[in-house]
RNA sequence: GCGAUCGUAGCUCAGUUGGCAGAGCACCGGGUUGUGGUCCCGGUUGUCGCGGGUUCGAGUCCCGUCGGUCGCCCCA
């Protein structure tokens, strides 16, 4: 008796084969770019105690964390509140880095350079650019640009940027299609709080990050409730906003160090962009594309490693997720494909094994393939059961092999290039020596 | 939590005022005891999301429910 299928859980994926080479595509783009810039490869648990992702967190993330409770109502959500649940599925994955540096700070480099790349889960409800299970990549700078080295603080900053930019570059993209918007909380905190903002700062950020998706009409009285003179804000800000970092002068350093490292033309100076974590100090920036949600984020969080009880230590650091760059890519026309994944990735079978359908050719198929993979080498057959060369050679042509060989029988095969459409036709030994990794 | 929209073959979808459940693609086999990216022929595949109602008769109309997608809220 057959069972009915069940669902796959709201907002998850199930990778097949073509899916999964395209999603090892874009993993393999976010290794080969951390690697590039010299950052090492470290992972951590998928879940963590639930206090790793409260500890530093604003109000509402506890409603969006899966935890021992996937529920939303009341007496769940004081359960989880009170630590009844102990872990969570980890929403990001900043705080585990915080808390793996902290207890080692002392015997890591300075700087330590660290790249992620792994599920991340969120139970909201999920919409176009946003799943509950999605996957995300983290490059982060830990113990470089102390508060009085503000040049080595802008290389750091300027260092992040980079690998970003450079895994844009990568996948095709250019400024004119999508721009790193560059803020600095504490100068704008400083500027809101002349404005009439004093001790509600962080408060008047967040209203901040909203400036353009509510109307003016409505965010005007909101900033005034607050006290904050928003033309007057307005008018500093104007200041501040540069298309090119360098000439707005609060960022003269961030700018140098970006424009030494050649990625200038994909920076601009926003004051609006804000971010929502709370554990941003300084510099932010968000990777923003017209008619999608920010393809990465990241910050400075120089305060975050003394929360989980490590040493002072200057931090920055970004996220990109999966999801938005795969829709970006596919805006834009950039997503390669299926062939050119497989082929990017290594996934080509070397050689497609092919019976001339004499029962002694059959019986060599499965000794030609053991002999071809013992060389290393990406050996296939085909399972169907016609004799017709023809099938079987489309069955080697739609698995993308470089070559078929045709067993001949007694020592003799054909082997025919499938890529320039030759053949020849020889001594086994011969022939086999032709193909090479 | 709120709203819109869509659920028909493995996939993409068509299905007329309510009247026998369809096409393309994919898969398997053949045309072709020997030459692929095309052709041609044949075959397999259905709880029309689920439950109830109206009707002689429901994929079609009504009510409910579940799920997907998109938007709002939120967005670490």
Redesign the pocket.
Known sequence: MPG?TL?????TRDFYPIEMARRRWIEDKWRKTSVRHGFEEIDGPTFEHVEV?TIK??E??VS??FGAFSG??ETQLENLKQGHAPFALR??F?PTLARMFAARAKQLPQPTKWFWQGPCF??????????REFLQWNCDILGMGGPDQPKERATADAEAIAVCVDLLASCGLKPSDITVQINDRHIVAGMLAECGAAGREMQAL?LL??RG??PEAEIGPMFAAMGVDLARFDAMAAGLRAPRVSDSPRFADLGAALASLGVEDWCAVNPYIA????YYTGTVFEVIVDGE?AVA?GGRYDNLIEVFGGPPTPAVGF?MGDVVLSLVLQDKGLMPTD?QIAKDLGLRPDAFVIS???PESDAAVAPLLARLRGRGLHARRS?????????L??D???AGARF?I?I?GAGEV?L??????T?D?GATDAMLARITP
Do not use: H, V
Not at 7 to 11: C, D, H, R, V, Y
Not at 275 to 278: E, H, N, T
């Open positions: 009915s669902p796959s859980p709201k907002g992702f967190s604003g509402g993330i969006e964390i939303k109502d929403p990001e900043t969120r139970a909201e409800r999920p919409q176009r650019g946003r799943l967040m990050d909203k998706k509510i971010r929502g974590l709370a949600r984020g996220g062939a001339n359908g004499t399972y169907k059961a016609t004799k017709n060369i023809g099938k050679l489309k080697a042509s739609d078929a045709i001949e054909t025919k290039n499938l890529d320039d459409n053949q036709r």
